[in-house]
């Protein structure tokens, strides 16, 4: 197997357990290689580190989940292994640019607009 197929199989398996507490050394441990090498070959082939691949992947989830779930921020936030509201928050607003809760109540403002809209082609 080569680099490449390795890595591929080491970000499915990121992908399967996301929620889940990941480290380098497991990591490495998965593809047969020392940590360092690991992280070395991870960082070349996908721009990332592994660790900084794992909180995008993760922000990137919740992004969705705030998006498309009626779940509370904090539940998702506890649900990918942040210890507090405000750590998500932080961490949330460094990759994205937005608050959670910015993104949740820009979604509800477009669902408010798009009802009235409708409402009011409804009774022209």
Do not use: D
């Amino acid at each position: 197997m080569n680099y490449f197929e390795m890595i591929n199989q080491i970000i499915e398996y990121i992908e399967i357990h996301l929620k889940e507490e990941l480290n380098l050394k497991e990591l490495a441990q998965k593809a047969s290689l020392s940590p360092y090498h690991f992280h070395r070959i991870f960082t070349t082939t996908t721009g990332y580190s592994p660790m900084e691949y794992i909180r995008k992947r993760r922000i990137y989830f919740a992004f969705q989940e705030i998006r498309n779930s009626k779940k509370s921020i904090l539940e998702i936030a506890l649900e990918l292994g942040y210890s507090s509201n405000e750590t998500f928050t932080r961490a949330f607003f460094k990759e994205c640019g937005s608050k959670p809760s910015e993104i949740r109540n820009y979604q509800r403002k477009q669902f408010t607009e798009k009802i009235s809209h409708t409402q009011s082609n409804l009774q022209r």
